[in-house]
T-cell receptor
Framework: AQTVTQSQPEMSVQEAETVTLSCTYD???????LFWYKQPPSRQMILVIR??????QNATENRFSVNFQKAAKSFSLKISDSQLGDTAMYFC???????????????FGKGTKLSVIP | DTEVTQTPKHLVMGMTNKKSLKCEQH?????MYWYKQKAKKPPELMFV???????INESVPSRFSPECPNSSLLNLHLHALQPEDSALYLC???????????????FGPGTRLTVT
């Protein structure tokens, strides 16, 4: 079974600053996907960024980037130039990649509540 | 269009009521999911449909009954719920290929359910 650990229950950052959210995972799989989802107080779960395990290059999406360390099983999210709209719960998630019923399941971490302070 | 819609946004129901939650997507996705989310917790998977067939039921009580009438629509029928079933119910969809789900799941805004 996979586990995803987010060790920071809450974090805060000043507007325009940079913040890094941590995520580690445990798996015996070699082929998988990792995601960061954002859930603002409005509650819609939004996909922020994804990473395929077979890709060595770290994914980036505008102000969001990841530091993917496969050997260390670490997948941190860096938010640059933080904005008030980044205030949200951030979930790290893992998905295996193989056929069969189990392939559909996202395993979520417990989340990190990020507050951006004006 | 990466939109998943859910209705209603809020629902209050008694323990003897029967109600339904609705989810719709028009992205051509053939895998659809129901999740239950309690406050300050991550979503918990309930059901997965792939090509309109139920492929995963995560040991959900029978008072929750999913239905997938077509490739765009997913329902969750509720009957004789308990107060502990009060939660945010999220629907998601993703591509599915040869019975496997592709990796990106897109979530709807959720239905906030309160059971009195």
């Amino acid at each position: 079974a996979q586990t995803v650990t987010q060790s920071q229950p809450e974090m805060s950052v000043q507007e325009a600053e940079t913040v890094t959210l941590s995520c580690t995972y445990d798996t015996s799989e070699s082929n998988y996907y990792l995601f960061w989802y954002k859930q603002p107080p409005s509650r819609q779960m939004i996909l922020v960024i994804r990473q395929e395990a077979y890709k060595q290059q770290n994914a980036t999406e505008n102000r969001f980037s990841v530091n993917f360390q496969k050997a260390a099983k670490s997948f941190s999210l860096k938010i640059s130039d933080s904005q008030l709209g980044d205030t949200a719960m951030y979930f790290c998630a893992f998905m295996k990649h193989y056929s069969g019923a189990g392939s559909y399941q996202l395993t979520f971490g417990k989340g990190t509540k990020l507050s951006v302070i004006p | 269009d990466t939109e998943v819609t859910q209705t209603p946004k809020h629902l209050v129901m008694g323990m003897t009521n029967k109600k339904s939650l609705k989810c719709e997507q028009h992205m051509g996705h053939r895998a659809m999911y129901w999740y239950k989310q309690k406050a300050k917790k991550p979503p918990e998977l309930m059901f997965v449909y792939s090509y309109e067939k139920l492929s995963i039921n995560e040991s959900v009580p029978s008072r929750f009954s999913p239905e997938c009438p077509n490739s765009s629509l997913l329902n969750l029928h509720l009957h004789a719920l308990q107060p502990e079933d009060s939660a945010l119910y999220l629907c998601a969809s993703s591509q599915a290929w040869r019975g496997r789900a592709s990796y990106e799941q897109y979530f709807g805004p959720g239905t906030r359910l309160t059971v009195t």
